[in-house]
Nanobody, 115 residues
Framework: QAQLVESGGGLVQPGGSLRLSCAAS????????MSWYRQVPGKQRELVAM???????NYADSVKGRFTISRENDKNMVYLQMNRLKAEDTAVYYC?????????WGRGTQVTVSS
């Protein structure tokens, strides 16, 4: 059974850093494009960063220069390093895996940026 499990969220002060992790299991994650999305209540889920297989990494303009997506295929892991966090980064962050029409989603991890 395919599964994505996010971890690493929490409460952090503005200007701080967090590293989110996404553990993939039950499918061959190395052939999937991996992404991080985020969602706040009342708004649509938005793409934060995408790491396609053999492609160009794509970041939302709001996080460019602050966030870095990476993957370790041998460990079936995807990461999101978030630096210089802002209050507007507060959201539930979701890991996504896509291969053609197939999408898998994790349950999300809460990130709260507040003093």
């Amino acid at each position: 059974q395919a599964q994505l499990v996010e971890s690493g969220g929490g409460l952090v002060q503005p200007g701080g850093s967090l590293r989110l992790s996404c553990a993939a299991s039950g499918f061959l994650s190395s052939i999937y494009d991996m992404s991080w999305y985020r969602q706040v209540p009342g708004k649509q889920r938005e793409l934060v960063a995408m790491l396609p297989v053999g492609g160009i990494i794509n970041y939302a303009d709001s996080v460019k220069g602050r966030f870095t997506i990476s993957r370790e295929n041998d460990k079936n892991m995807v990461y999101l390093q978030m630096n210089r966090l802002k209050a507007e980064d507060t959201a539930v962050y979701y890991c996504n895996a896509q291969w053609g029409p197939t999408h898998y989603w994790g349950r999300g991890t809460q990130v709260t940026v507040s003093s």
